[in-house]
């Protein structure tokens, strides 16, 4: 579901826009969204079964302000002898080899007009508490999805809670 701020505060905001062209919501509500990787990858098993930091895998979540997805020199910790008859194990063997990049698609997507910054939230939440917030029940999920519409409402709520005292000021999102 959609939630918004007060139609009240977007306002001058509206009017500045007015003689542009855009459309609510035509980025930033893929809730659920789940694109097919190029290789079955699963969080289950290996943040849930194998019990797999996040950190260990998304480094840059405590030190950056993006948040990568790993590459393969990470992967092959363990996939240089774990699992080296599957198919998809080979496939990123011999991408490793080559130099070559695995093409994940990207599941969570910000419009650019939007700063987002995961390490002033990771510092302030802590990890795993802080990315199952946001991301949601991350080492159940066989195949990754968007669990949170990634809304302006979704942000300025917690951005308000009393407890958070995080600022609300339109520049501190928006560039
Ligand atoms: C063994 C390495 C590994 C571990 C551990 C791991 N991830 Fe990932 N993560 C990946 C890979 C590879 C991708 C890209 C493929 C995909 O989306 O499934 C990814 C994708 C993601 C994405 C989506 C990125 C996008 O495109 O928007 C999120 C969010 C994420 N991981 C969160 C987490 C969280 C939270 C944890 C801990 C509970 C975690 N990951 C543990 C390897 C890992
Ligand atoms: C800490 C060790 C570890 C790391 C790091 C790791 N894996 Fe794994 N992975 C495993 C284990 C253990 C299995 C289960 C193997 C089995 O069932 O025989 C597995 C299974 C898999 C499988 C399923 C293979 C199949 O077809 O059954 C894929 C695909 C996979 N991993 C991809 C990745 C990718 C991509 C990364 C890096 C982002 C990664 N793994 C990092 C330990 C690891
Ligand atoms: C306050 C909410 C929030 C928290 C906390 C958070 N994330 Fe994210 N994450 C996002 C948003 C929003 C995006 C999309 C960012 C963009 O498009 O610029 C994202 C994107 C990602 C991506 C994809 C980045 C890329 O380079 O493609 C990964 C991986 C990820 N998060 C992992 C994590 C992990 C791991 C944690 C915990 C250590 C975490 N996130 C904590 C909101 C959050
Ligand atoms: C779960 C609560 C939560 C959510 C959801 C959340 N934030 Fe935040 N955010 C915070 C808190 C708390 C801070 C203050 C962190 C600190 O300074 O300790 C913060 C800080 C920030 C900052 C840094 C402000 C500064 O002073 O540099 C930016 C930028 C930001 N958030 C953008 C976003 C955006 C964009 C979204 C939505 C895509 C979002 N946040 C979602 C809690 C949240
Ligand atoms: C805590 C972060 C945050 C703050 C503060 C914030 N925004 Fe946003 N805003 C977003 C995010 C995330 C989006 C993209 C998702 C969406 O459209 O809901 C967005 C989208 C928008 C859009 C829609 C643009 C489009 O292409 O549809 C407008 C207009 C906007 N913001 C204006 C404002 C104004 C005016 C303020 C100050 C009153 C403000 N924002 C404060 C996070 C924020």
Not at 66 to 85: E, Q
Not at 135 to 156: A, R
Request: proline share 7%; net charge positive.
């Amino acid at each position: 579901m959609r939630r918004h701020l007060p139609m009240l505060l977007l306002l001058p905001a509206l009017v500045l826009l007015a003689g542009c062209d855009f459309e609510w919501g035509s980025i930033g509500y893929n809730k659920g969204y789940a694109p097919e990787q190029p290789i079955a990858f699963s969080h289950e098993l290996h943040a849930g079964t194998y019990k797999v930091p996040c950190l260990f895998c998304h480094s840059t979540a405590e030190r950056a302000n993006h948040s990568a997805v790993p590459s393969l020199n990470i992967c092959m910790n363990c996939h240089i002898v774990v699992a080296t008859d599957k198919p998809d194990i080979q496939k990123m063997s011999e991408a490793y080899r080559a130099n070559k990049p695995i093409a994940w698609q990207k599941v969570h997507l910000l419009p650019d007009h939007v700063k987002f910054n995961h390490k002033r939230h990771v510092e302030r939440f802590g990890a795993p508490n802080s990315c199952h917030t946001c991301h949601g029940p991350v080492e159940t999920m066989e195949v990754m999805y968007q669990h949170s519409n990634l809304s302006m409402g979704w942000c300025i709520n917690c951005h308000r809670d009393p407890a958070h005292q995080a600022p609300v000021n339109c520049s501190t999102c928006h560039y």
